[in-house]
């Protein structure tokens, strides 16, 4: 079982970018899903949830306004638009699947992607 992510890049302040996240091995059209970063030197921040429906979501406050959430319920596949990005967002970015409800998995995440490498220059 995997989720793939994929989509980083190195891009400017300002510029915008849109990452992905494909299953392998199942589908994930009963869980939550989501996204979190880890900066260097830093902790494993959440970033974004979205409902098995993709009807409801939730951000990190550090990236309300900025980044959308959304899932393709057909495909099992989630999307992360970052828009307006900033050297703060640099990061590792991970997709996550949890069999709760969107506003916990935040703290309870039972399958983690691999990280896609989001770099913003100043």
């Known amino acids: 079982v995997q989720l793939q992510a994929s989509g980083g890049g190195l891009v400017k302040a300002g510029d915008s970018l849109r990452l992905s996240c494909a299953p392998s091995?199942?589908?994930?059209?009963?869980?939550?899903m989501g996204w979190f970063r880890q900066a260097p030197g830093k902790e494993r921040e959440f970033v974004a949830a979205?409902?098995?429906?993709?009807?409801?979501?939730d951000y990190a406050d550090s990236v309300k306004g900025r980044f959308t959430i959304s899932r393709d319920i057909a495909r099992s596949t989630v999307y992360l638009q970052m828009n307006t990005l900033i050297p703060e967002d640099t990061a590792v970015y991970y997709c996550?699947?949890?069999?709760?409800?969107?506003?916990?998995?935040?703290?309870?995440?039972?399958?983690w992607g691999q990280g896609t490498q989001v770099t913003v220059s100043s």
């Open positions: 979205v409902s098995t429906n993709g009807g409801d979501t």
């Open positions: 091995g199942r589908t994930f059209r009963s869980y939550a």
């Open positions: 996550a699947a949890g069999w709760t409800d969107y506003m916990d998995l935040k703290n309870t995440v039972h399958y």
